[in-house]
């Protein structure tokens, strides 16, 4: 079963003082044993995440299964499906649907007699299978985004059929609608619903001899209104585009540059209703820069994740990549994580906090073992503030869960006199009180609570340390 192998961090950080808001920030490794990833990340209308990606707990060279994760606020794991057979399965998205169940959809080969098949599943909200379906044609065949309609609720699926840039609509039984395989070599990976009631379709095509980033405008029907390509001079991929209120197109991905040594940076293409090029920025100093998933901010900006290898460093291979932009791609922030060699980590995926910031999805490698890589951010890019402590040796909370108390345990006297909150999971305040100098446990009793999930939070203004309970 799968499970959080390693918290690395988890902490409550307080907005304000002064108010109830409050964001779990949180690096968390899952894993059941050997090679494990995450592709896609999406919130849940219950304030949790929903994650596609694959699992191969025998480390086979052709096992994986597509991987289906419910995590909740806090970043526990509310259930993990595989899906699929023994061959080379991958989920490489997840959405919720709005019957509040979810849609899985990557690609397949356990069942296929190509090399690989579209696939796609559906499962109510515990993550149990109501229906899969899969279909393709004699070359590699794969989704890469799918889009449930508002106006009728069938499912938009992208990708590449037989190496050709394909888009198929299914009803909300996954019954194929119709299919539209259009006469361009490459891949689409994003669609995204535009205000004018079509599709904005992004990926790459290859053209004149190299691949051109591309977006595509069609209605709903799949038929083409405009299409648009984009290069540097060399090589270019987008892999995620949304449409801002204004009606501006945001691409993003990567692009190739051939000033020595050549490498590829992180580009955002800034593009008008119409597919013309209003700006671009690149972004990036070292060998294989690029983003693979962009997220829209309340600000008019923009945040976007993906991968940041630096070559002038031979002991880091790869990290994560997070930048923050305002709406003309100037750089607000820039962050990344991850550890050295022989480690490496890769973003796939960004999405919004539930509670506010951000939540990144993908995957950590070390010898022998790959992981699914969660991280959640604050609206600065930071998992750990000023204010911020880690909390595994400085607080311990016994029993937990509990039925009647529990014991608060601090590692060392508290040194000035502190609050003590336990929030419920939305962020209020349900119960408070002051704790003196020199407090070394606090009994909390459960007549203050009822059944449920709570985070205590101990505040000082040195610290904050929180901890998750759990009453019975």
């Known amino acids: 079963m799968i499970k959080t192998i390693q918290r690395i ?18 690096e968390n490794l899952y894993q059941d044993s050997g090679a494990y990833a995450g592709y896609s990340i999406q919130p849940t209308s219950d304030n949790g995440y929903i994650l596609s990606g694959f699992s191969n707990p025998t480390e086979t060279i052709f096992g994986q299964d597509v991987l289906l994760m419910k995590i909740d606020s806090l970043g526990e794991v509310v259930f993990c499906k595989n899906l699929g057979d023994s061959d080379s399965d991958y ?9 509040g169940g979810y849609l899985v959809a990557g690609r397949m080969a356990s069942f296929s007699t190509s090399s690989n098949d579209f696939y796609y599943a559906k499962t109510d909200f515990n993550g149990n299978l109501e229906w899969e379906h899969t279909f393709g044609g004699t070359d590699g065949d794969a989704v890469e985004d799918v889009l449930q309609s508002p106006i009728d609720s069938s499912y938009y699926f992208i ?12 009803d909300q039984l996954g019954d194929t609608l ?29 053209s004149s001899s190299i691949y051109k980033g591309f977006v595509a405008k069609t209605d709903l029907n799949g038929n083409i209104i405009w299409t648009a390509e984009f290069s540097g001079g060399g090589y270019e991929y987008f892999y995620d585009c949304e449409e801002r209120a204004d009606g501006t197109i945001v691409a993003v991905g990567y692009s190739l540059e051939d000033s020595p040594p050549p490498h590829t940076d992180g580009i955002i293409r800034y593009i008008d209703a119409s597919g013309n090029l209003l700006s671009y920025e690149t972004f990036g100093e070292g060998l294989t820069d690029g983003f693979k998933s962009l997220c829209l901010t309340d600000d008019g900006g923009q945040v976007t994740a993906g991968i940041k290898y630096y070559p002038s460093d031979p002991s880091n291979q790869s990290q994560v990549y997070v930048v923050k932009t305002d709406s003309t791609g100037n ?75 529990t014991t608060i345990q601090f590692s060392k006297p508290l040194k000035e006199q502190s609050n003590i909150l336990v929030y419920g999971l939305s962020g209020e305040i349900i119960f408070q009180d002051v704790l003196e100098v020199g407090t070394e446990k606090y009994i909390l009793r459960k007549e203050h609570l009822t059944a449920g999930i709570y985070i205590i939070s101990v505040q000082s203004s040195q610290a904050i340390l929180t901890r998750k309970i759990i009453i019975n």
């Open 91 to 99: 989920g490489n998205v997840a959405i919720e649907t709005y019957d």
């Open 331 to 405: 750089l607000i922030w820039e962050t990344d994580f991850g550890q050295d060699l022989p480690e490496t980590e890769n973003g796939w995926s960004i999405c919004k906090g539930t509670d506010g910031g951000y939540v990144v999805c993908g995957q950590k490698t070390e010898p022998g073992e790959s992981y699914v890589y969660v991280i959640k951010l604050n609206e600065s890019g930071s998992v750990v503030s000023m204010n911020e402590v880690q909390t595994s040796d400085q607080l311990n909370v016994y029993p937990n869960p509990f039925t009647v108390k």
């Open 9 to 26: 961090l988890s902490v409550i950080f307080i907005l304000s003082c002064t108010n109830s808001n409050s964001q779990v920030l949180y």
């Open 159 to 170: 990708g590449r059929y037989g190496g050709y840039l394909a888009i198929f609509n299914t």
């Open 178 to 206: 119709w299919t539209k395989v259009y006469q361009d070599t490459g891949s689409f990976y994003s669609i995204d619903f535009a205000s004018d009631n079509t599709l904005i379709l992004s990926g790459t095509n290859y």
